[in-house]
């Protein structure tokens, strides 16, 4: 059974950090492209960033770029979002995706970026 379960997620005020997480359980990791998404109320939900299997591509939504990272640990099952210099725009919920025959969905974790 396929299973993301983020977590990190909170209050933060702007300016601030916060490292979300992913766990993946279900299929070999490793091959598998991690995403993550956010969705604000009344907005459709928005890429933020992706990587590859190894690791060796990454790309960015235009709007965190400079200020998100994305990383993995393939012996953890976990995919990472390191999110500096928060905006108030940034609130969302934050979701983590994996594309194996079909999309997986974790929960999402509650970011708010307020001060």
């Known amino acids: 059974q396929v299973q993301l379960v983020e977590s990190g997620g909170g209050l933060v005020q702007p300016g601030g950090s916060l490292r979300l997480s992913c766990v993946v359980s279900g299929f070999t990791f490793s091959n598998i492209p991690m995403y993550w998404y956010r969705q604000s109320p009344g907005k459709e939900r928005e890429f933020v960033a992706f990587i590859t299997g190894n690791g060796g591509s990454i790309n960015y939504g235009d709007s965190v770029k400079g200020r998100f990272s994305i990383s993995r640990d393939n012996a953890k099952n976990t995919v990472y979002l390191q999110m500096n210099s928060l905006k108030p725009e940034d609130t969302a919920v934050y979701y983590c995706?994996?594309?194996?025959?079909?999309?997986?969905w974790g929960q999402g974790t509650q970011v708010t970026v307020s001060s």
């Open positions: 995706k994996a594309i194996w025959v079909k999309d997986y």
